[in-house]
């Protein structure tokens, strides 16, 4: 640039004398600007402020007086021409000179001398931000936003009254100020997330999030804000009751674990314990690189001995408040530190001193007293929820009342469908909360035959659920039954168009099933909601005979009934059913009712019901042609050898191998160390097992069925053996 060049631009940028003086004259008398002379020598003035004037039309001539002489005023005030202003010298113009055209002179400002780039924010503060929108940026601009958010927040479920309107357009105009833009298409998550963080109040804060709920849905952004201000928890070490340092170490190994966010949680509750303790017994230690073998067995035999509220300035009440912790509650104590020191030592921030599998080993007596125990609902409530839930009618349903205008109830469809997921999938709530788009679906089973029994099956439709990733193992189908295919169903086609939302588990982006207004189902729904409407509605009580009822154990409930029904799953079935990876976790929600463990045993014992011992006499000294074996009958004595394949055992003809028990008691007393008295088993049919038990009918069926069946002879049998037959070998 030239020197010539930069002497204009800064001449540009202050006022000539005779521009002075115009100015003084034509703001001494109303008539000023009406001379030729005069507009002509203010026109580089004022010429921004006519066109803006001009564009935008409708202004009277009194409000265009004001106007111009409200800029006039200001340029004598400052000596500079508007071009040259600043935000803060703007806002000092309209303070002093604006009164009737305040909202004027900030459009002129933005439209005709470009200060809306370097607008501030907080830029007149007591100016309403909608009036300022709309005077920046024009009232079609704004309106043209509010109807873009609204038929989003349309589509999505939210219902747009005339009082949300107004408090969302609002929020629009303010969000364009903050923005400095006519469009919120510019609006980013960092910029977004930047405004929220400038919200006044929470009020405030649930427009903005009504708002990005829509930005997402238009695919402005990625995602929603929260309309919760995070809470500022008070992590002092004096209100935890520990050191600096050790919190301070317990801090940093929960910002770097990758366990799961909620594992963490309750690890670093169980690490303030251990740190309350160490304070109270041991301040000499504070932190973990202090800690011995010796230290870690104290701590070990602490939480044995460990009470509910131990240690607590201020513990919250508590039904068991005083009494020992349950074993549960010592292992999770155990399993927080052996992790803790587990990391600390493989990350080295510390020195391996011991090692905390054996430093913090749960005590035997404590793993004993860890038992399975599956806590199915009772039958007669469980029927009356599954009831419950196929019955819901809106009427069932919490009422939303009074002027509590940004509280709302989800749909009757989405509630039910919740709820019989809850009494029909089996499974967790979280899994219940994630399940996407699309996850159930019929599958056609073509006719088979069993290749085990030869039994034919015919082709049927088995619905499906498609779960998502757990805890455990990855993405699975399982069978479900067809209420709940029918209740996902009927959502799933009243569903509004909702964006993709990123799953808490995966990261990735998916269409989540139960997701009403741009955000999915709360945490807790179940447990806060679901069950207490399904409770109330059914007249029950919060608990059953195995305490109170909540979202896991209807998974305990559905895999016990079908391991336990007439034609019931095997436990591997169960077990892949639940999702599980190893049985020892579905062993937690198997449990063996009375009924079926008395069927079992019914079944057991009718394998011994057709077993009968028989005593035998043999002979150490047998003669030729003398029995060997002599079975005792009663009334008398059987020579047979087969005896115990006899069809006539039990109900002896006379034939040649009997003897009458008078005949052979003289030989048994003048011989008695000849013979050996031994027993014999027998397999008995059910005749037999029925004449012997003394049945009359079942005797006389036995003779009759014996009629035309001749008895044994002794010229056939010669060569058999006392182990032929159905029998078994004599036993001492």
Same mark, same amino acid.
């Given at each position: ?93 309209? =303070? ?13 400002? +933005? ?56 408090? *969302? ?45 829509? *930005? ?320 109330? =509605? ?15 154990? +209807? ?16 436990? *591997? ?73 006899? +069809? ?85």
């Amino acid at each position: 640039m030239t020197e010539t060049a930069k002497v204009l631009a800064v001449g540009t940028e202050q006022l000539t004398d005779m521009e002075r003086e115009l100015l003084a004259l034509a703001t001494r008398t109303p008539t000023g600007l009406k001379t030729r002379s005069t507009r002509q020598g203010l026109a580089r003035l004022l010429g921004p402020v006519l066109r803006v004037i001009e564009e935008r039309g409708g202004v009277s001539s009194c409000l265009r007086h004001h106007i111009l002489h409200a800029i006039m005023r200001g340029m004598l005030m400052l000596d500079t021409p508007p071009r040259a202003w600043s935000v803060e010298e703007w806002g000092a113009v309209r =303070k002093v000179h604006g009164h009737e055209c305040r909202f004027w002179l900030i459009a002129i400002a +933005a439209h005709g001398y470009g200060v809306l780039p370097g607008l501030d924010y907080n830029y007149d503060g007591d100016t309403p931000r909608l009036h300022l929108a709309r005077a920046v940026f024009g009232r079609e601009v704004v309106e043209a936003e509010v109807v873009r958010i609204r038929s989003s927040l349309t589509r999505m479920g939210f219902v747009t009254g005339q009082t949300r309107v107004g408090l *969302l357009r609002y929020c629009i105009a303010d969000l364009l100020l903050f923005h400095s833009s006519p469009s919120l298409d510019v609006i980013t998550d960092a910029s977004l997330s930047g405004y929220t963080d400038h919200a006044p109040s929470r009020a405030a804060r649930r427009l903005v999030s009504t708002v990005s709920a829509a *930005l997402v849905e238009m695919g402005v952004v990625t995602r929603r804000v929260s309309y919760f201000r995070p809470r500022e928890r008070e992590t002092h070490w004096k209100r935890l009751g520990v050191t600096e340092e050790w919190l301070g170490w317990c801090k940093r190994w929960q910002d770097t674990s990758p366990v799961a966010e909620r594992t963490r949680r309750t690890a670093f509750g169980d690490l303030m314990s251990a740190g309350r303790w160490l304070k109270r017994d041991h301040p000499e230690v504070t932190s973990p690189a202090q800690w011995t073998l010796d230290l870690a067995l104290g701590f070990v035999r602490f939480v044995d001995g460990m009470r509910v509220g131990e240690l607590l300035a201020a513990p919250r009440p508590n039904l068991r408040m005083g009494q020992p912790l349950t074993p549960n509650s010592k292992a999770s104590i155990c399993s927080a530190l052996r992790c803790f020191f587990h990391d600390l030592q493989q990350w080295d921030w510390i020195e391996a001193r011991f090692s905390p599998h054996r430093g913090f080993a749960l005590p035997r007596q404590v793993q004993r007293s860890r038992r399975h125990n599956p806590r199915p609902i009772d039958d007669g409530f469980w029927l009356k929820l599954r009831t419950a839930s196929l019955s819901l009618r809106q009427e069932d349903l919490p009422q939303v009342g009074g002027r509590a205008f940004w509280r709302y109830s989800y749909p009757l469809e989405l509630v039910q469908a919740l709820a019989v997921a809850w009494t029909f999938s089996g499974c967790r709530s979280d899994e219940i909360e994630r399940l996407e788009l699309g996850c159930a679906y019929v599958e056609h089973v073509p006719a088979q035959s069993d290749p085990v029994t030869g039994e034919s099956v015919p082709a049927f439709d088995q619905p499906m659920l498609r779960v998502p990733v757990n805890k455990t193992q990855g993405e699975f189908v399982k069978p479900i039954e067809r209420p709940l295919l029918d209740a996902i169903t009927a959502w799933a086609r009243l569903r509004p168009v909702q964006p993709a939302l990123q799953d808490s588990t995966t990261g990735r982006m998916v269409h989540q099933l139960f997701c009403y207004r741009g955000r999915r189902v709360g945490h807790g729904i179940l447990n806060y909601a679901i069950i207490p409407i399904l409770l109330h =509605k059914a007249g029950l009580p919060d608990a059953d005979s195995r305490g109170p009822i909540t979202s896991h154990r +209807a998974r305990a409930t559905l895999a016990t009934k079908l391991y336990n029904g007439a034609s019931g799953l095997a436990p *591997l079935e169960v077990m892949n059913w639940l999702g599980h990876t190893h049985f020892s976790s579905t062993q937690y929600y198997l449990a063996l009712t009375p009924v079926r463990l008395m069927t079992a045993f019914h079944k057991g014992a009718k394998l011994t019901e057709n077993l009968r011992m028989v005593s035998v006499m043999v002979d150490n000294k047998p003669g030729p042609g003398d029995a060997v074996f002599r079975y005792d009958l009663g009334h008398g004595l059987c020579t047979n050898p087969a005896y115990a394949a006899c +069809a006539h055992r039990m109900a002896c003809a006379k034939c040649d191998f009997y003897e009458p028990a008078e005949s052979f008691a003289r030989t048994l007393a003048q011989q008695a160390d000849r013979y050996v008295r031994m027993l014999q088993q027998l397999d008995l049919t059910e005749d037999e097992r029925a004449a012997a038990t003394g049945d009359a009918e079942a005797v006389g069926r036995l003779l009759a069925r014996l009629t035309d069946q001749p008895t044994p002879d002794r010229a056939d049998t010669s060569s058999v053996t006392p182990h032929a037959g159905r029998g078994g070998q004599p036993t001492a």
